[in-house]
């Protein structure tokens, strides 16, 4: 009877306490490396670390830490006026930025393309963005 009366609530509360002592704290160090250089999802985090994908969502928006749909949109909204100098970037900031900003391709999507990482893909982009912009930046004032 005794251990019926414990049984319930008691041994519950103990159970979520170990699991969450088991579970990893979402630092930002933690969530940027899986998020942006693994390229992997909220549901895929949620899933290795036992969080739920709310807390994980919650987690990036608390670090400030950029989402792909933040990331992506700055790259598929690139104008014309930064396009026309794609040639005088190198061949792979050319191809990635052709593939993302031009054909409308993710960024996952083109690092798999390549077998490379996102991050890998995430940087060449934005050096191939900020090379533009001071090219035009550069042109604007000749």
Do not use: C, N
């Not at 490396?33 to 992997?40: A, I, L, N, P, S």
């Not at 985090?45 to 792909?68: M, N, P």
């Not at 060449?124 to 604007?140: C, P, Q, Y």
């Amino acid at each position: 009877m005794f251990a019926t009366h414990m049984g319930g609530s008691e041994i519950d509360a103990d159970a979520d306490s170990a699991a969450e002592e088991e579970r990893p704290e979402l630092t930002r160090e933690l969530l940027v490396r899986r998020y942006h250089d693994r390229g992997q999802s909220t549901a895929e985090i949620a899933e290795a670390t036992g969080w739920s994908k709310a807390q994980i969502w919650k987690r990036l928006q608390a670090l400030d830490i950029e989402t792909r749909a933040q990331q992506q949109s700055q790259f598929h909204d690139l104008d014309d006026e930064l396009l026309q100098y794609l040639d005088w970037l190198t061949p792979q900031q050319r191809e990635d930025l052709k593939a993302v900003a031009v054909e409308g391709r993710g960024i996952t999507e083109q690092a798999r393309r390549r077998g490379v990482e996102p991050g890998s893909v995430r940087r060449t982009l934005r050096r191939g963005v900020d090379r533009l912009e001071s090219i035009v930046a550069e042109r604007s004032q000749e």
